[in-house]
């Protein structure tokens, strides 16, 4: 995965705002449909599951990056709320938040995986529903997790969905 991708945030000011937000730096919340179309205007896209959890680990063969508590905000720390971005420690690609503070889209549709080892694997052509990666603010320790994948219909929205974009050099 990986191979000549380039994977990083959106600028908050592209995407809704978050629901009370009163700083530009707190992360951008997005419906599907928001983030489809960011995409489309920006000629860039969603990361593939794959892709994702390539940059989310960064080399790193662990579940997580790092320590939780300094890379992620989370249920033990997050204070129930969405938190300013980039206060957080990055991973070895100088990605911050790849773990909790908000889900985030990929562009994969959901299915299970299949036991057969893949390399680069790409999500089904179609489906009912989509994958969000990373955890969130109010997510316990196993859902902060470089693996974790949260299945949700295209018409999910609450303050802890956001997106990175991808694009091929």
Partial sequence: AGG???IGGVPEAQADPAPGAASPILPATVTWGRC??????????????AEWEYACRAGAPQAR???LDAIAWHVGNGAGQDQAIGT???NALGLHDMLGNVWEWVGDWYSEYTRASQT?????????????RGGYWNAGRPDCRASQRHPVGVSAFANR???RVARNP
Wanted: hydrophobic fraction near 35%; glycine fraction near 16%.
């Fill in 36 to 49: 489809e179309a960011f995409c489309r205007a920006t000629g860039l896209r969603l990361p593939t599951e």
């Fill in 88 to 90: 957080k420690a990055a």
């Fill in 4 to 6: 000549g991708v380039v």
């Fill in 65 to 67: 990056y790092g320590e």
């Fill in 161 to 163: 969905v956001g997106f």
């Fill in 120 to 132: 680069d694997p790409k999500g089904p052509p179609n489906g009912d529903r989509r994958i969000l």
